[in-house]
C-alpha cells in the first residue's frame, strides 16, 4: 500500500558527490519522520540522517558536515546530499518514512528498497 523509490546511488571517486533521492507513494495520508540508513554488518541498520516534519535534523557523527537531509513535502521525497565522500561511507542506503495511511489507523513506516553507493580510493 505504500512504495518507497530510491535512486542516485552508483559508484564515485573519494571527495566526490552524490544525491540519494526516496519517492513515497500509495494511500498516505500524512507524512512524518523521513530518514536514510546504512545497511551495515548486522541486522540492525545504522541510522545516518534523519529530518522531522518540522526540520528537525539528526546525524550520524562520521557523516556531519558532508551529509544534508532534506525533504519535499509536495512530491513525499527525502533526499541525502552526500558531499566529500570517503571509502568507508561504501554501503547500501535506505530510506525509511513514517506516515499516517488512509485506511489504517495509527503511524507505520516503510523502507525503500536500497540503493547502492560505491565510492573507491
Known amino acids: 500500500q505504500v512504495q518507497l523509490v530510491e535512486s542516485g546511488g552508483g559508484l564515485v571517486q573519494a571527495g566526490g558527490s552524490l544525491r540519494l533521492s526516496c519517492a513515497a507513494s500509495?494511500?498516505?495520508?500524512?507524512?512524518?519522520?523521513m530518514a536514510w540508513y546504512r545497511q551495515g554488518e548486522g541486522y540492525a541498520r545504522p541510522l545516518v540522517a534523519r529530518i522531522t516534519s518540522d526540520g528537525s535534523t539528526n546525524y550520524l557523527d562520521s557523516v556531519k558536515g558532508r551529509f544534508t537531509i532534506s525533504r519535499d513535502n509536495a512530491k513525499n521525497t527525502v533526499y541525502l546530499q552526500m558531499n566529500s565522500l570517503k571509502p568507508e561511507d561504501t554501503d547500501i542506503y535506505y530510506c525509511?518514512?513514517?506516515?499516517?495511511?488512509?485506511?489504517?489507523?495509527?503511524?507505520?513506516?516503510?523502507w525503500g528498497q536500497g540503493t547502492r553507493v560505491t565510492v573507491s580510493s
Open positions: 525509511n518514512v513514517g506516515v499516517v495511511l488512509r485506511y489504517a489507523s495509527g503511524n507505520y513506516d516503510f
Open positions: 500509495g494511500n498516505i495520508s500524512n507524512v512524518n519522520t
